[in-house]
Nanobody, 124 residues
Framework: QVQLVESGGGLVQAGGSLRVSCVVS????????MGWFRQAPGKEREFVAA????????YYAESVKGRFTISRDNAKNTVYLQMNSLKPEDTAIYYC?????????????????WGQGTQVTVSS
């Protein structure tokens, strides 16, 4: 059984930084791409960032480009999302997810496995 477990969420002031992590178990982590999504209160879940199986190819949503960095450590079965210059509008539950593919996916329906989410709250 594949499990994705996020951690590292919390409360931070605007302009601050936070790093969330996602550990994957039960599957060959290095053979799949990974992605981060988020869902703010009253809004649809949206794509944030994705990385391919090797870590060499990365894609970001325009809203986070230049502020967020996705990375992965295949030896630790972990994907990270470093979030800098946080804004109140970044407040959301952040989910990691894995598609059944090695290459980047940006559409929610293309992802098969999901974590339970971690809350990130940015105060103004």
């Amino acid at each position: 059984q594949v499990q994705l477990v996020e951690s590292g969420g919390g409360l931070v002031q605007a302009g601050g930084s936070l790093r969330v992590s996602c550990v994957v178990s039960g599957r060959a982590f290095s053979s799949v791409a990974m992605g981060w999504f988020r869902q703010a209160p009253g809004k649809e879940r949206e794509f944030v960032a994705a990385v391919d199986w090797s870590g060499d190819n990365i894609y970001y949503a325009e809203s986070v480009k230049g502020r967020f960095t996705i990375s992965r450590d295949n030896a630790k079965n972990t994907v990270y999302l470093q979030m800098n210059s946080l804004k109140p509008e970044d407040t959301a539950i952040y989910y990691c997810a894995a598609p059944l593919a090695t290459t980047i996916r940006t559409v929610e329906d293309q992802y098969y496995y999901w974590g339970q989410g971690t809350q990130v709250t940015v105060s103004s």
